[in-house]
Structure formats: C-alpha cells, structure tokens
C-alpha cells in the first residue's frame, strides 16, 4: 500500500469532499478521484459515499482512518528523527559544568555523544554555578550542569530545569586517619577533626549550606582546588567535604566515607537551558547521553 494513496485518503477524509482536498495536494480532481478508487481496489471496500455537497466515510472508511494517520504520523517523525540526526552532527554544542561534575558526569556525557555523533563541534566550560547560568542566559552556553540546594535554590522562571541526580557528600580522610576503616561516619565524630575547604565562593557556600544544623567544622585550611585540598587530606592536615561526583579524583591514600544518613548533607544536580526557548536537537540528543550517565553514577562506590 503506498503512503501516498494514505495521504490522499486522510485529506479527503478531513476535507469531506474531493474538490477541496485537490487543492492542498496539488492535484487534477480527476487524479484524487484516481488514487481514491485504487485505494479502494486495493482493499475491496468502499470507503466514501458521494453525497450533493461531497463525501462522507463509509463505516470501512472510518475504521481506515485512525490506521492511515497513525502510519502518516510515524512516517513523519521517522523524517523528523533522521533530519534531526544530520542536524545534530553539524551542530557545534558549547556545555558548562560546575568543577566536580567536570570529574566523570558530564566527560562520560560527552564521551557518548562524540560516539554518537563524530563531526559535531563540542566545548566545555568549567564554571561555578552562577557564572554558568549567567552563560546560558546569555546565550554563550547552550546547556549548563549546575548544582541546587534548598540554601541556594535556581530559578526556574529563568531555566528550564532537567533533574539528573541528588549528590551525596561524602567524607575524605586519609588512609591513616582513626576511621579510615569506617563504611559511615556521624559529623560529631570529626568535631575535633580540622576541616580543609575551598575558598570563600559561591559554591563553597553551597556545599556549606548543605551542612546539618548545629554541626560548625574547624577550618584551618582553605584551598581552592580540588586537587590541592585532597592532596592536603593525604598528608593528613584534615578531613574534607567531596562531592560524590569527585569520587575519581581520590588519590589513592585517601578514603571516601558515607556520613550517617541522619547528617548526610545532599544537593541536587540539574541540567540548565534558557526557559521559554525549545532546546535545540544536539541539545536533546546530549540531555539523552547526559541522563544515561547519571543513571551509571553509583555514589555507593567510595573506596573504603
């Protein structure tokens, strides 16, 4: 049967009538009554009555219809699903991500869709979440990685927010530290513990708004990057705060440590692009790699 009788035959059918349908198809009334009469050969029904001012469906004519749109209409996303293919493999995506999503999350992301789709262009920003939303906002990054605690919330009339998971901070401690050979550990347990930090920005004080009410740690070192501060926990200066999406980038003399679920602090990660704006198809196709990855994430993993 070929699609092009279907067409014919769902335009007459929503027209009522032959003449009008001709119209929109660019065709002779003669050539739609043609290809309505094969169809009708084709299936040994009849599928029209004539009556003064056009046609009406014949009860096989309504049991074809819902069939005949239900193939054009999957005809045309298949289309669509091919066109968005070629478009997404010309596409240049530019992606920013806060610094520990920059650590397994969004590389296997990408790691993905550059398998998917080999000739299109891919940047990646690392940024804090402000700065990163203020990117998308202004257009200079087409999808962000950030971070949301109920401390320091986003705005969702500016972003549409796509969840992707909550993120458990965990506890580094060296591998000589008294509880290295812990699986969990309660906060008033490192009460005397020296805590080391980043420095005093955004996203430290996202991390730090996390913490339980009542719990202050003792800060005695503060060292912006992620490297650094678990360099300073191997050499045993202090314990420190990690994100479960920093769990690779533990040097081997530190040990990651569930805290007890009554003081485990959370925040949760999304994917931001401009709300009000239809994301693009590389934009689509990278949410899909995006998702996939954090359904991978196994937070559960810390190497104790």
């Known amino acids: 049967m070929e699609t092009q009788l279907l067409h014919v035959f769902r335009t007459v059918a929503h027209l009522g009538s032959i003449t009008s349908a001709a119209r929109p198809l660019r065709f002779t009334q003669s050539a739609v009554s043609r290809q309505v009469a094969a169809l009708e ?72 869709f550059r398998a998917a ?7 990646l920003v690392e940024g804090l979440t402000p700065t990163l939303l203020d990117r998308v906002a202004a257009g200079t990054a087409d999808i962000a990685v ?4 109920p401390a320091a919330p986003l705005d969702a009339s500016r972003f549409a927010l796509r969840h992707l998971l909550d993120e458990h901070l965990l506890v580094a401690v060296s591998v000589h530290h008294r509880l290295a050979g812990r699986e969990t550990v309660g906060l008033a347990e490192l009460a005397d513990d020296p805590f080391i930090v980043g420095s005093a920005t955004d996203e430290s004080a996202l991390l ?19 490297t650094g501060k678990l360099g300073c926990v191997a050499a045993q200066l202090g314990v420190a705060l990690v994100p479960a999406l920093a769990l690779r980038a533990a040097p081997a003399d530190v040990v990651l440590l569930r805290l007890d679920p009554a003081d485990e602090p959370t925040r949760q990660v999304f994917a931001a692009t401009p709300a009000g704006r239809p994301p693009s198809p590389a934009v689509l196709a990278f949410l899909t790699h995006l998702r996939d990855a954090a359904t991978r994430h196994d937070p559960t993993k810390t190497g104790a």
């Not at 789709?117 to 940047?123: F, M, V, W």
């Not at 950030?146 to 605690?149: I, L, M």
């Not at 730090?208 to 992620?226: C, E």
């Open 41 to 112: 050969a084709e299936l040994g029904a009849r599928l029209f009555d004539r009556v003064p001012r056009g046609v009406t469906l014949t009860e096989a004519g309504r049991r074809l219809l819902p069939y005949a749109e239900g193939i054009l209409d999957r005809l045309t996303e298949a289309r669509q699903a091919v066109d968005a293919l070629r478009t997404v493999g010309r596409a240049r995506l530019r992606v920013g991500a806060f610094p520990t999503a920059v650590a397994e999350l969004v590389p296997r992301a990408l790691a993905t």
């Open 117 to 123: 789709y080999p000739e299109a262009g891919l940047t």
């Open 146 to 149: 950030v971070s949301a605690s």
């Open 208 to 226: 730090h708004a996390n913490l339980p009410d009542g719990f202050t740690p003792k800060i005695d070192i503060v060292v912006a990057d992620w």
